[in-house]
Nanobody
């Protein structure tokens, strides 16, 4: 089992920045790929970014160049640095861990463990 706890969400003005953290406990986090997803009411959870156990990254087109995913395996933590935020980024952001998809994945079905989510609100 891996337990994931997100933090760092909040209210920010458009153009501002936030850094989300995902603290993992339980099994060795370095054996898992980590992903960030987001969801708004009435919509499916959508892929934002992922990072493999070795640090390779992938991003949704909508955030490329503005968001950066990273991980610190020594601290069992993954991060999502979000810059130049837009109002359409408002959502609940979820951290996830995948044992099978070691390179990371854009599919929610590839992830075994999920955090409880953290709200990000971007005002215009």
């Amino acid at each position: 089992q891996v337990q994931l706890v997100e933090s760092g969400g909040g209210l920010v003005q458009a153009g501002g920045s936030l850094r989300l953290s995902c603290a993992a406990s339980g099994r060795t986090f370095s054996n898992y790929a980590a992903g960030w997803f987001r969801q708004t009411p009435g919509k499916e959870r959508e892929f934002v970014a992922c990072v493999s156990w070795s640090g390779n990254t992938d991003y949704a087109d909508s955030v490329t160049g503005r968001f950066t995913i990273s991980r610190d395996n020594a601290k069992n933590t993954a991060y999502l640095q979000m810059n130049s935020l837009k109002p359409e980024a408002t959502a609940v952001y979820y951290c996830a861990a995948s044992r099978a998809a070691v390179s990371g994945s854009r599919s929610t079905y590839q992830y075994d463990y999920w955090g409880q989510g953290t709200q990000v609100t971007v005002s215009s």
